[in-house]
């Protein structure tokens, strides 16, 4: 009874999520009322205690970079960059491979070390001039910006800075490079066939006559650029540029600069407590906002005039859409949260740890957990948390290394947990202005479908020649 409880929670969210509802106001009504079910007397206490304290601590943390990272997607976009870079890529590539140019600029920015969040924001003014100048449906963004943000990228190749990659390193004692020939021919068979996937649904549109569609009926539409001349391509990519290498140069000053731990007196009356920031916990969330300001003061210093013009304006709708995408976010985190406390939870927990073969098991039981939590980072480190011995017990007994561990681990976390539930996704829909009934199907197809095929493979390939 207890599974089916968490069952049902997660199918009401999904549910409602993909009808086009708030997730804002039903996570917490799905949560709550899974807890009700299985006890009335800690709907209140875990509301307060566990719902609320997850959503809040995520709101603390993470505001912020959603905040930036959609003011720097805004600037991006009036400064007429976003049209220069487009214009550009389409000399370049051509305009039927606009796609492919989405998805590596997306893979660029986040194998650089920037959030999937930020990718969101920052890319969608860029894929939204050039599907409009290419004719390309505007439904098909989601899924093309999914596939270079959210699949090998972010755990697939070796050395990914995304947190998906190095959870496992704590647990296995690896690195971030753990299996570089697996996780390699992982990502490229994502990339490869993610691009065929989405090539064919270009395809498809066009020869049903579906252009971009009538900017006046779409949603969240980029302001045309209007401010003259636009600025010479190179200018344009010099603030991306600069927010993944600074990104990378802070992650690396941030800890030498603070040390493992920061502590000030706050200068208020009565308030002789000092506040500690533990510099290893917090380093990366510091070093991605200071990019984002780099790349923003880069972008004033070569575009003042047309950013200043609309900038009003344009911050207004860029402040609204980082508060609905990072509100969306925290409460899918309360909800994965609360599940994560329920007995439901570990009935799954237990029932997923039969699976015979120590790769297999591995990787049902963290994408798994990863689906029920609509989390890739969450559902690997619950999985992780309760299982890593077990897990490391098992591949020890049939001579199996810790990196293969690592990745198969990492790429296990970005397969279910892009469900109609999950925070990036709602995100990702929310910045295009895209329901899920338009573009689900497509994120569903690359992400879930593809990245889930790809973890098999590679234990497949692991276990037919040896490879690591």
């Known amino acids: 009874m207890s599974f089916l409880i968490v069952l049902a929670a997660l199918c009401f969210l999904m549910f409602v999520a993909y009808r086009g509802y708030s997730v804002i106001l039903f996570a917490p009504v799905a949560a709550m009322g899974a807890v009700l079910l299985t006890d009335p007397s800690l709907v209140a206490p875990m509301f307060t205690g566990l719902f609320m304290d997850k959503m809040v601590g995520f709101i603390k943390l993470y505001f912020p970079v959603f905040l930036l990272g959609a003011i720097f997607g805004k600037v991006i976009e009036l400064s007429g960059f976003s049209r220069s870079i487009v214009k550009a890529t389409i000399r370049v590539v051509g305009a039927k491979r606009a796609m492919l140019s989405i998805v590596m600029v997306c893979a660029l920015l986040t194998y650089g070390g920037v959030s999937l969040f930020v990718a969101v924001f920052a890319v969608y003014p860029f894929a939204a001039e050039l599907f409009r100048q290419s004719d390309i449906p505007k439904r098909l963004i989601p899924g ?195 599940i994560a406390a329920l007995p439901g939870f570990l009935v799954v927990a237990n029932a997923l740890s039969s699976v015979p073969d120590p790769l297999v098991n591995e990787a049902i039981t963290v994408t798994s957990l990863a689906g029920i939590t609509g989390s890739a980072s969450g559902g690997m480190s619950i999985a992780l948390a309760a299982m890593a011995d077990t897990f490391v017990a098992n591949a020890n007994a049939a001579g199996i290394p810790m990196e293969v561990l690592h990745r198969v681990a990492s790429m296990a976390s970005g397969g279910m947990d892009t469900l109609p539930h999950n925070g990036a996704v709602i995100t990702l829909l929310a910045v295009t202005g895209l329901s899920h009934r338009q573009s689900y199907k497509d994120i569903f197809a690359v992400t879930t479908i593809i990245m889930t095929v790809a973890v098999f493979l590679v234990i497949g390939l692991y276990y037919a020649t040896g490879l690591v």
């Open 144 to 338: 093309t910006i999914a596939l270079g943000a959210f699949t090998f990228t972010m755990c697939a190749l070796p050395g990914s800075p995304q947190i998906q990659n190095i959870i496992p390193t704590a647990f296995f004692g690896t690195d971030a490079w753990a299996a570089p020939l697996l996780g390699t021919l992982g990502g490229v068979f994502v990339l490869a066939v993610g691009m065929l996937y989405l090539e064919w649904r270009r395809r498809v549109a066009a020869r049903a006559g579906e252009g971009y569609g009538d900017p006046a009926t779409l949603l969240n539409e980029p302001a045309p650029f209007s401010g003259g001349k636009l600025p010479y391509p190179l200018v344009a990519l010099l603030p991306l540029v600069l927010v993944g290498v600074s990104n990378k140069l802070f992650t690396l000053w941030i800890p030498k600069f603070y040390g493992d731990s920061h502590s000030f007196v706050p200068a208020v009356i009565g308030q002789a407590a000092p506040v500690v920031q533990e510099t290893s916990r917090i380093a990366a969330i510091w070093a991605v906002e200071g990019a984002l300001l780099v790349g923003i003061l880069c972008v004033l210093a070569f575009a003042w005039k047309p950013v200043a013009a609309r900038f009003a304006e344009g911050s207004k709708a860029a402040v609204g859409g980082a508060l609905l995408a990072g509100m969306n976010t925290a409460s899918e985190y309360g909800f994965g949260a609360v």
